[in-house]
């Protein structure tokens, strides 16, 4: 049902020498249902259910904090026209860092410039009145934006810093732009929840948990390869994927704020009890409140069109 | 040393209950057969297992397991995933003191290491069991290869790897009096979790290791303790820590020369920077000790090249033809077709290679066949499209282009979709041989077109990708650089290709957006192959690439002695593919680690084609070869 998407986006349509059929061309290799099947849409084309991404947000301070770092940006679009459906989704979470003077300066910096280069050179192409898609690569795309951001924040503000998850959906493929330890999960239909982003600080979670002292994280092996954060020394890359979007159920963003406070089970009971996603995620934030608050708590969740059938 | 109660190492305690250890005939994997216990540590354990996948010969490995603790599911699967990328660097390393990596997996909350059995003993039994010192010239001899191996590690790209853990009782004598590494501290991340781990061992590592540097100085003081206590047979562990001046080495063994004791002593010097530098300075020095004292002649022989050699290995058949095999085999039923430049299509029986018939075409055939309803079909320099009846070796119909047919054919809905060098994109009609219609491509067409969810993929000579429907109207074009003569791959609503403009393109199958470029040294004229997230393909740079899917990051890359044309190919865990150097390559697909290779007497240009065990490839020695796979 997707497969004019090219009509939408338009440049099939400038391609003027493909001269089909010429005298040789006289039958079709394929049956004539197969063909139906190819021009026109399924008859009774899904009428009430168009494939969007519908996103709810939620954020707190926490208990102890005075202030919140962190910073999100939520943004979901759909082109419908003529039978197809492009669900496009810029989803970013970024957790300014603690103990560093202007964190919160450091996340909205990183969302802003990240957001800014993805909409300018991904977005708008979909907007123009002759979609062009865009020279680079996405995977580029994301790369440069999250490059350029760590460049803004080092100096713009210099000596802080931030994390930054990034999940951008266009049609069918997600990918995900990932530095530091906010978290993008998905959890499907029956519950299951898989975490797709790789946290960039092993050995601070193994402190926390209380499975290494400080002095034994101080010469653990991977004390320095696995932490990065934008505004922070040393150039990096960040972690780029693209995978298929999940047939159905949920993505989650969340800062540790989230993650380190409610387990894996107790979000995905709230994530399938919850009527939407927008209450969701105020009651993911209130339980992380419950559980001690100690950190600011971010939020996003995205309900995922249903492709399963 | 400022923290002495928590560098205690894991050899003594016994934290696995020995009832949840594997007993004898347990098979992991349905393919590895346990047959006992060869060491236990605290979070791990190595046994001695049999490989099945040889029935017919006993070939042992060595299993490592390790347990992962941790409760939390993240840190977990992170631990995990740090075992994997350390297997997967460990099975890069090429190198004779360090055992090759077969295998590994994980298994619910225990990961595997499946890796070459060395039979022998550690230097620590050595050392234990005998009641005499060990000669000066064999200890001379494994410091060489020690040094050697050290060097080796220290210089690997793109990053030094540091062993961190040198100890007698992690370097194996084997049965040529060798030395082998055999502890890669690949366990380490699943003892972090636990508390009082230490990195490295008490007694053997520098002042500096623990304060958690690690440096190529730390494994050559690591390396001056493992001599200092095989020399001595004074146990380190049992002595304060950095006492080695204490135990002056004449004082335990007056047997020893003095220019081993000065180098010996050198690689303990509490500073770093007083020691040797790297591990080649401590290997000439102890090449000079081999000098003096006159052992060199003994010694020369056995530190040659650091390199494997290949295993031999011979075809269980060949075929002559009687011109070049440029393009690629293709099996069905029990016979293999190939093409050749004497004009024949040939099919031969794949059980022993012999001759079952020939079909004479006009011009050279590089096209690689293709098997739809008894027939066979393929494209000739002589501008046609030739259907053969597979039965009798006869024509069942050609058609023709106006121009040398070099794509080769695919198959869908009764129709063959072949491409020309007169620019065209053809579809045929595979029952009667007659046009269904045909695409202006703009430029000749030697890619194979593909089809994929009902949509027509093929790149041009002019570096036009299109996308087709069924009637072969255009859906998208994307440009590329310069010529699109690699076939393209479709997996997951991604399409994949390479490019003469030296670029392996990931686009979006229904729009032809972007999603990644990957850049490859030189051109490529390879169809990439695609398998578990990786996708392998050849590079006239010589290399063959492995690259992630998702994150279009390298994995590994392997360098041939020429271009690299044809397109690799995967069965089991093995990787193959030809080069134009002449070789056939086999090689570990998940590290990129040389199994064999085998050199024909020509140039491989064509791509491998395997049917149950056995694989097949042409060469322009006129050719065709079959290997047991």
């Excluded at chain 2, 008894?374 to 597979?390: K, M, T």
């Excluded at chain 2, 063959?416 to 491509?441: C, E, K, Q």
């Excluded at chain 2, 998702?550 to 360098?559: A, M, P």
């Excluded at chain 2, 791509?607 to 149950?612: A, D, F, L, Q, S």
Aim: overall charge negative; proline content about 5%; glycine content about 8%.
């Amino acid at each position: 049902m997707l497969r004019k998407i090219g009509k939408i986006l338009g440049f099939q349509k400038d391609e003027p020498q493909s001269s089909l059929h010429d005298g040789e061309a006289d039958t079709i290799p394929i049956p004539d249902e197969k063909i139906r099947a190819v021009v026109q849409p399924p008859v009774a084309a899904e009428q009430s259910r168009l494939p969007q991404l519908i996103a709810g947000c939620a954020q707190s301070v926490g208990r102890l904090r005075d202030h919140n770092e962190d910073a999100i940006l939520v943004y979901s679009t759909l082109f419908s026209n003529q039978d197809s459906y492009v669900p496009v989704g810029l989803f970013i979470v970024a957790d300014g860092m603690g103990g560093h003077k202007h964190g919160e300066v450091a996340s909205g910096l990183a969302v802003r410039v990240v957001a800014r280069e993805v909409i300018q050179k991904i977005m708008l192409g979909f907007m123009d009145i002759h979609p062009t898609p865009p020279e680079e690569g996405i995977q580029e795309i994301l790369e440069t934006s999250v490059m350029t951001a760590h460049r803004t924040i080092t100096k713009e503000s210099p000596g802080s810093g931030t994390t930054l998850t990034a999940v951008l959906i266009l049609d069918k493929h997600m990918s995900i732009a990932h530095v530091g330890d906010c978290r993008a999960y998905a959890v499907n239909g029956q519950g299951k929840i898989e975490i797709l982003t790789r946290d960039h600080s092993l050995v601070k979670r193994m402190m926390e948990l209380g499975h290494l002292t400080e002095q034994e994280a101080s010469v653990h092996p991977q004390r320095n390869v696995l932490y990065r954060a934008l505004g922070q020394g040393e150039p990096f890359t960040p972690d780029i994927s693209t995978t298929t979007v999940p047939e159905s159920g949920h993505l989650l963003l969340c800062s540790d704020g989230l993650w380190g406070l409610v387990p894996q089970d107790e979000m995905v009971r709230i994530i399938q009890a919850s009527p939407s996603p927008d209450s969701a995620c105020q009651r993911l934030v209130s339980a992380a409140n419950t559980a001690g608050g100690p950190d600011n708590i971010s939020a996003i969740l995205i309900q995922l069109p249903d492709f399963s059938d | 040393m400022n923290n002495p109660q928590s560098t205690q190492s894991f050899e003594s305690d016994s934290e696995l209950d020995v009832s949840q250890h594997l007993q004898a005939g347990t098979t992991l994997a349905e393919r590895y057969t346990i047959q006992g216990i060869i060491g236990i540590g605290g979070m791990s354990a190595v046994y001695q297992a049999r490989d099945m996948h040889f029935p017919n010969v006993t070939k042992l490995v060595a299993v490592k397991e390790m347990v992962n603790r941790a409760l939390d599911p993240v840190v977990r699967s992170t631990i995990v995933r740090n075992f994997e990328r350390e297997a997967n660097l460990l099975a890069s390393l090429e190198h004779r003191a360090i055992p090759r990596i077969y295998d590994y997996f994980t298994l619910n909350e225990r990961s595997y290491l499946v890796i070459e059995y060395i039979s022998g003993h550690d230097l620590e039994e050595l050392v234990n069991n005998s009641n005499d010192f060990i000669q000066e010239e064999r200890i001379v001899r494994w410091a060489i290869e020690l040094c050697d191996v050290l060097s080796y590690l220290h210089n690997h790209k793109p990053e030094a790897i540091i062993f961190r853990d040198m100890k007698p009782s992690n370097v194996m004598i084997n049965a040529q009096d060798h030395m082998v590494l055999v502890d890669f501290g690949i366990a380490k991340p699943f003892q972090a979790g636990k508390r009082g781990t230490m990195i490295g061992t008490e007694g053997y590592s520098p002042p500096e290791q623990y304060r958690g540097e690690a440096s190529p100085q730390a494994d050559i003081y690591a390396l001056g303790a493992t001599l200092h206590h095989a020399i001595t047979r004074r146990d380190p562990r049992l002595e304060p820590p950095f006492s080695f001046h204490e135990r002056p080495i004449l004082q335990h063994n007056p047997n020893v020369s003095s220019v081993l004791v000065k180098v010996i002593e050198r690689a303990l010097e509490y500073n770093p920077e007083d020691r040797f530098q790297t591990a080649e300075d401590m290997k000439s020095a102890m090449l000079g000790v081999a000098n003096e004292t006159g052992m060199l002649s003994n010694i020369s022989a056995s530190i040659s090249q650091a390199v494997r050699p290949s295993e031999s290995i011979q075809p269980i058949w060949s075929f002559k033809c009687e011109d070049e095999i440029r393009g690629s085999p293709f099996f069905h039923n029990g016979v293999v077709y190939t093409g050749c430049y004497d004009n024949n299509l040939y099919a031969l029986d794949a059980n022993d290679g012999d001759f079952l018939w020939k079909y004479p075409a006009e011009g050279g055939i590089v096209s690689k066949p293709a098997y739809f309803d008894e027939s066979i079909y393929f494209g000739s320099e002589d501008h046609r499209l030739h259907a053969v009846y597979i039965r009798t070796g006869r024509v069942n119909w050609t058609y023709f282009t106006k121009g040398p047919v070099r794509s080769s054919p695919f198959i869908a809905e009764g129709h063959i979709f072949i491409g020309s060098d007169d620019r065209f994109l053809h579809a045929v009609n595979a029952t009667t041989g007659r046009p269904a219609w045909r695409v202006d491509a703009g430029s000749p067409v030697r890619s194979t077109p593909i089809v994929a969810n009902d949509l027509v993929y093929v790149g041009s000579e002019a570096g036009d990708f299109y996308c087709l429907d069924f009637t072969g109207a255009i859906k998208w074009r994307f440009k590329a650089k310069r010529a699109v003569t690699s076939s393209a791959v479709v997996s997951k609503g991604v399409v994949y290709f390479g490019s003469v403009d030296s670029t392996i393109y990931a686009l979006d199958a229904k729009t032809g957006w972007v999603i990644w470029r990957f850049r490859l040294g030189k051109p490529t004229i390879s169809t990439p192959f695609l398998q578990d997230n990786l996708l392998f393909t050849g590079s006239v740079d010589g290399a063959i690439y492995c690259i992630d899917i998702n994150s279009s990051k390298e994995v590994w890359r392997y360098t041939t002695e020429h271009q690299v044309t044809g397109s690799p190919i995967i069965l089991k865990d093995s990787l193959y593919c030809g080069s134009v150097d002449g070789c056939l390559y086999c090689l570990e697909f998940r590290s990129g680690r040389l199994r064999w290779k085998f050199q024909t007497e020509g140039s491989i240009t064509g791509t491998p084609v395997v049917w149950e065990d056995v694989i097949s490839i042409g060469s322009t020695d006129h050719r065709i070869y079959a290997f047991e796979a």
